[in-house]
């Protein structure tokens, strides 16, 4: 059985950072591209970022290029989302899913895989 367990979020003041993990099993991880979307109270799921399959390309939505990085470790089945400079802006659930496609991609139809998601807060 297919299962994302993303960790790491928490309460963090403005200007400050967290680093997002999402742990997979049940799953050939390492021909997935993987993404991170977010969705703050009373908004549409939006995309973050994404990680194509060996790590070589990743993607990034507009309002984090320059402050979140994606990385992944295929041998630990896990993607991690390194979150600096971060705004109240920024606080939201954040999703890790799994795509059937081997490109980054920020397509919310190409994943067929989410966690649970985590919260990260962002105090002004």
């Known amino acids: 059985q297919a299962q994302l367990v993303e960790s790491g979020g928490g309460l963090v003041q403005a200007g400050g950072s967290l680093r997002l993990s999402c742990a997979a099993s049940?799953?050939?991880?390492?021909?997935?591209?993987v993404g991170w979307f977010r969705q703050a109270s009373g908004k549409e799921r939006e995309f973050v970022a994404a990680?194509?399959?060996?790590?070589?390309?990743?993607h990034y939505a507009d309002s984090v290029t320059g402050r979140f990085t994606i990385s992944r470790d295929n041998a630990k089945n896990t993607v991690y989302l390194q979150m600096n400079s971060l705004k109240p802006e920024d606080t939201a659930v954040y999703y890790c899913?799994?795509?059937?496609?081997?490109?980054?991609?920020?397509?919310?139809?190409?994943?067929?895989?989410w966690g649970q998601g985590t919260q990260v807060t962002v105090s002004s």
């Open positions: 049940g799953l050939t991880f390492s021909i997935s591209a």
């Open positions: 899913a799994a795509a059937s496609v081997l490109w980054a991609t920020s397509r919310r139809n190409d994943y067929n895989y």
């Open positions: 990680i194509s399959w060996s790590g070589g390309t990743s």
